[in-house]
């Protein structure tokens, strides 16, 4: 369980590489500790959730998921 915060923190959840977020061209990206992208998520709306975003700046492990709770 991740939390964001509305200051581009994370609550609960956060670690090294999953630091702070923020929102970029529309996708979720999450900045490791030392401020350097980790992973992007963006909207797949077939599938009512956030799917990592592969790409030659992402550092994360392809495949990722998130699945929001309202």
Not at 22 to 32: A, I, N, Q, T
Request: contains cysteine; hydrophobic residues 35%.
């Amino acid at each position: 369980m991740l939390t964001l915060l509305d200051d581009g923190e994370i609550g609960a959840g956060g670690n090294e590489n999953e630091y702070t977020w923020r929102v970029k061209h529309g996708c979720l990206e999450f900045l490791s500790e030392d401020g350097r992208l980790y992973s992007r998520f963006k909207i797949d709306r077939a599938n009512g959730r956030l799917s990592s975003v592969v790409g030659r700046d992402v550092r994360a492990v392809w495949g990722q998921y998130l699945l929001p709770q309202y």
